[in-house]
Nanobody
Framework: QVELVESGGGLVQAGASLRLSCAASGVTVRWSTVAWFRQAPGKDREFVVRLTAGGATVYADSVKGRFTISRDNARNTVSLQMNSLKPEDTAVYYC??????????????????WGLGTQVTVSS
């Protein structure tokens, strides 16, 4: 059984930093595409960043230069370092993972496993 558990969210002021973690069990993230998505109140869930098994990254323009995704293969975790946070970053952040060796997703529906999310709130 696969489980993804996000942690690290919280309430911070604009300009602060947070580091989110996604602990995976039942799937080896080293061989998967891993991603972060977010959903703000009243909005659709949106892509934030992805990291392929080969190490390639793609960031949403809105977070480029401020957020960094990383993967710890030994701990089977995925992290998202978020710097210079803005109020518009306020959202529930979700970790998503594909089955190992699957093709790199183009759509959210192609991710096989999802966490329950962690709330990030940035005050102005």
């Amino acid at each position: 059984q696969v489980e993804l558990v996000e942690s690290g969210g919280g309430l911070v002021q604009a300009g602060a930093s947070l580091r989110l973690s996604c602990a995976a069990s039942g799937v080896t993230v080293r061989w998967s595409t891993v991603a972060w998505f977010r959903q703000a109140p009243g909005k659709d869930r949106e892509f934030v960043v992805r990291l392929t098994a080969g190490g390639a990254t793609v960031y949403a323009d809105s977070v480029k230069g401020r957020f960094t995704i990383s993967r710890d293969n030994a701990r089977n975790t995925v992290s998202l370092q978020m710097n210079s946070l803005k109020p518009e970053d306020t959202a529930v952040y979700y970790c998503a993972v594909t089955k190992p060796w699957n093709a790199v997703p183009r759509f959210q529906s192609q991710y096989d496993y999802w966490g329950l999310g962690t709330q990030v709130t940035v005050s102005s």
